[in-house]
């Protein structure tokens, strides 16, 4: 079974700072994707990037970039200039060609004015 | 993009009572619902998996005769919480991908906040 570890339970960041988020994730296989999703007060489960692991590249999307470390099975999340609207709870989340989500524990993150 | 509406957003039922919840693709067929549950401050746990026209697949500890689910649709998919008491107050939220759903990514409804006095 994969597990998802997310250490950090809650960071904070200044507005316009750069903020990283880290996660660990365990799993015997080679084919997987990995995700960082945001969930804002709303609820709403937002994908905010994704990587497949045969990918050297890290992803990329604005604002928002990963460092995959597929040896070391790791896969942060680094957002630059941060906003308000960052505010939220992130996770990271693992799925296998099975196609089920395993989620970690969260990171509250907080962007302060 | 991909679409799901889940109703309702918030219910409150009386112990004893069933609910249901529903979650619709709006704009995609639906191979694979996921079903979770998130307490506060904590994260998702799924529940179950459910494939258009079978059974659904329960996680271990969830209880089928409970929680019931129906994925009669590619378009449709519903949880029936039964006989339902305070411990099963909790946010859940469904998860719809098409087949091959990493490479389409998932798409996740707005949550229903049930609350059971």
């Known amino acids: 079974a994969q597990t998802v570890t997310q250490s950090q339970p809650e960071m904070s960041v200044q507005e316009a700072e750069t903020v990283t988020l880290s996660c660990t994730y365990d799993?015997?296989?080679?084919?997987?994707?990995l995700f960082w999703y945001k969930q804002p007060p709303s609820r709403q489960m937002i994908l905010v990037i994704r990587q497949e692991a045969y990918k050297q590249q890290n992803a990329t999307e604005n604002r928002f970039s990963v460092n995959f470390q597929k040896a070391a099975k790791s896969f942060s999340l680094k957002i630059s200039d941060s906003q308000l609207g960052d505010t939220a709870m992130y996770f990271c989340?693992?799925?296998?060609?099975?196609?089920?989500?395993?989620f970690g524990g969260g990171t509250r993150l907080m962007v302060k004015p | 993009g991909a679409v799901v509406s889940q109703h309702p957003s918030r219910v409150i039922c009386k112990s004893g009572t069933s609910v249901k919840i529903e979650c619709r693709s709006l704009?995609?067929?639906?191979?694979?619902m996921f079903w979770y549950r998130q307490f506060p401050k904590q994260s998702l746990m799924l529940m179950a998996t459910s494939n258009e026209g079978s059974k659904a697949t329960y996680e271990q500890g969830v209880e089928k005769d409970k929680f019931l689910i129906n994925h009669a649709s590619l378009t449709l998919s519903t949880l029936t919480v039964t006989s339902a008491h305070p411990e099963d107050s909790s946010f859940y939220i469904c998860?719809?991908?098409?087949?091959?759903?990493?490479?389409?990514?998932?798409?996740f409804g707005s949550g229903t906040r049930l609350t059971v006095v």
């Open positions: 704009d995609f067929q639906a191979t694979t």
């Open positions: 799993t015997s296989e080679n084919n997987y994707y």
């Open positions: 998860s719809a991908s098409k087949q091959g759903a990493v490479n389409y990514g998932y798409t």
């Open positions: 989340a693992f799925a296998n060609a099975g196609n089920m989500l395993t």
